[in-house]
Every structure is written in structure tokens, then in C-alpha cells.
């Protein structure tokens, strides 16, 4: 994310990945809603972690630090990823 290289971004998801915002209740994008997101939210705004700290459990894991974007949006981040065969399959945008 950091280098906002599109085609690595877009490469290291499954073609069945799938992301949900913990605390809302907007439905979980997936198949072409979940590209188009990452699309907008991600790459079209060179989203970035600022300082990443990666946990990592099992098939699971936390990323946190600060997310960016050059839209001027900043938040803390706290993503859960679950990752099978290589390739990321669920993105969790949780709150504390």
C-alpha cells in the first residue's frame, strides 16, 4: 500500500475477497462490489498504514498503525485479514 502499487494491491487478494466494516450495518462488499471498494477506498486515494504493526495468528492477521489517504482522511487502523492459499480472503475494518 505504501508504494500504491495497483496491480500488487489487487494481486494479493483472492478472486473471492470480501470486506466489512465491523460496527456497521452496511452488507459485506464482495465479487465486484469488493473490487470496486478497493478500487475507490484503497488505491484511487493511495490508502496507506503509517507506522504498520502486523500480528499475526494462525491463518489470521491484525495490521494496525494509522490509515491515510491523500484525501486528507486519518484514522487509527485496525484490520483483520484472514489469508488461505497465499492470498487474502476477508478484510475487517474493526473499532476499538
Do not use: C
Not at 464482495?30 to 498504514?49: A, Y
Amino acid at each position: 500500500m505504501k508504494n500504491n502499487n495497483a496491480e500488487q494491491i489487487r494481486a494479493v487478494f483472492a478472486d473471492n475477497a470480501s470486506q466489512e466494516y465491523e460496527r456497521w450495518y452496511k452488507r459485506k462488499n464482495s465479487g465486484d462490489r469488493f473490487k470496486s471498494w478497493l478500487e475507490s477506498d484503497i488505491i484511487n486515494v493511495h490508502g496507506q498504514v503509517i507506522e504498520p504493526a502486523l500480528k499475526m495468528m494462525g491463518n489470521q492477521v491484525v495490521v494496525t498503525g494509522t490509515y491515510k489517504n491523500n484525501d486528507g482522511y486519518s484514522s487509527p487502523a485496525n484490520f483483520l485479514l484472514v489469508v488461505e492459499q497465499g492470498k487474502i480472503v476477508s478484510w475487517t475494518m474493526r473499532y476499538d
